[in-house]
């Protein structure tokens, strides 16, 4: 019973913050959302709460939503973390910069753990909305055949694998999607048959 009492005490001790190495990897078929870590780990996001990357703790304590705490070393090479959401999922997500992404279903993202002071990049294939966090360093959202860039702005990007098109609407601020600028209430449509991008009026709400 002593020691029985004793591990419990050392349990209970134990800091609550988890490594992601030690991270059970799941298997092709799951169908919630999950993590990919360095391209190697599959992180059920329904059953972890907290772990730690190169100083960066990722919380998933809030219903549906991710959130990395600012960093405050220095790393030489940011692991590239990937935010999977299935069918019929959704889920919001906090980089470490302050930026706020709510992503639909059939998407991906994938991002640094943290940023370094050059760019913001980040990779989408599906759909998601962004708030980019203002600052003097370039946001960029990469979708194989749109490339977004900002400094701090509110815009959504479309880029599905089975779309003909990649839609960018901006609601507020201003984007440089492929070398061409689009202010608030615009929409710039990229064609994949063409090739061509064309810009139009709409309806942000």
Not at 85 to 96: D, N, R, S, T, V
Not at 114 to 138: I, M, N
Not at 175 to 189: F, L
Request: proline share 3%.
């Amino acid at each position: 019973a002593i020691l029985v009492g004793m591990m419990v005490a050392v349990w209970m001790d134990l800091p609550k913050t988890l490594v992601a190495p030690q991270m059970a990897i799941l298997g092709e078929n799951h169908k919630g959302v999950y993590l990919v870590v360095g391209d190697t780990e599959r992180i059920d996001l329904a059953t972890v709460r907290t772990f730690e990357n190169q100083g960066v703790t990722v919380s998933n304590t809030k219903k549906e939503e991710l959130s990395y705490q600012e960093n405050i070393k220095v790393v030489e090479k940011p692991l590239v973390h990937k935010l999977v959401i299935p069918k019929g999922c959704e889920y919001k997500l906090l980089l470490a910069d302050g930026t706020r992404v709510w992503m639909n279903a059939g998407s991906e993202l994938s991002y640094p753990v943290v940023f370094d002071s050059v760019s913001r990049e980040v990779t989408l294939k599906g759909q998601a909305y962004f708030e980019v966090a203002k600052s003097t360093v370039p946001f960029i959202v990469k979708t194989g055949q749109m490339d977004v860039r900002v400094l701090g702005t509110s815009f959504n990007v479309r880029s599905y694998a089975d779309e003909g098109q990649v839609v960018t609407t901006l609601v507020e601020g201003k984007v440089k999607v492929n070398d061409q600028d689009i202010v608030a209430g615009e929409q710039a449509v990229y064609s994949k048959n063409d090739g061509k991008t064309t810009v139009r009026q709409v309806e942000v709400e």
